[in-house]
T-cell receptor, first 112, second 110 residues
């Protein structure tokens, strides 16, 4: 079974630039999550999708972050404009209803 | 809101047993999960407790006391490869999503 795919693995940008991350969840997983993990901290939920609908985006900084999940499969997370404090690993995860989260390898963002 | 507390670091020697505690304060609770994350890697699922008691999976066991808002992960027969960060995560009623703790960095010494 293929795991959660994410790209790019690494991205370096300057502040005020934009960046987009892509995630392909495990086939059949209806729930998709984007987490932000700052170095030395636990993952923080940004947004949760159930199929192509948003379940929880209460911690998404909507003035600069956006996310979509077209057709209930792939998802993209965009940051525009980026700030220094956005430097982090962006983790995508998917799950069935059992509650076990399957994480991708993450996209490491460095904002200079 | 939700808050979770874990020790920041734990050190133990190969072959020993170590317990990583997690206490939580949440508005609503469905269960407690544990994840392992090696440096530069993705978090991987270890266990999930929805009910009180001990769950055992090989060398790893996880315990939950809902009345005490407390759980722990027990690692037995420690190996060098167990050196990693361990996160507890509470499953909340809000979308049944997971709120993660700050993590405990485990160092296993030879």
């Amino acid at each position: 079974e293929a795991g959660v795919a994410q790209s790019p693995r690494y991205k370096i940008i300057e502040k005020r630039q934009s960046v987009a991350f892509w995630c392909n969840p495990i086939s059949g997983h209806a729930t998709l999550y984007w987490y932000q993990q700052i170095l030395g901290q636990g993952p923080k939920l940004l947004i949760q999708f159930q199929n192509n609908g948003v379940v929880d985006d209460s911690q998404l900084p909507k003035d600069r972050f956006s996310a979509e999940r077209l057709k209930g499969v792939d998802s993209t997370l965009k940051i525009q404009p980026a700030k220094l404090e956005d430097s982090a690993v962006y983790l995508c995860a998917s799950s069935l209803s059992t509650g076990e989260l399957f994480f991708g390898e993450g996209s490491r963002l460095t904002v200079l | 809101g939700q808050s979770l507390e874990q020790p920041s670091e734990v050190t133990a020697v190969e072959g020993a047993i170590v317990q990583i505690n997690c206490t939580y304060q949440t508005s609503g609770f469905y269960g407690l999960s544990w994840y392992q994350q090696h440096d530069g890697g993705a978090p991987t699922f270890l266990s999930y407790n929805a009910l009180d008691g001990l769950e055992e999976t090989g060398r790893f066991s996880s315990f939950l006391s809902r009345s005490d808002s407390y759980g722990y992960l027990l690692l037995q027969e420690l190996q060098m490869k167990d050196s990693a960060s361990y996160f507890c995560a509470v499953r909340t009623p809000r979308g049944q999503n997971f709120v993660f703790g700050p993590g405990t960095r485990l160092s296993v010494l030879p």
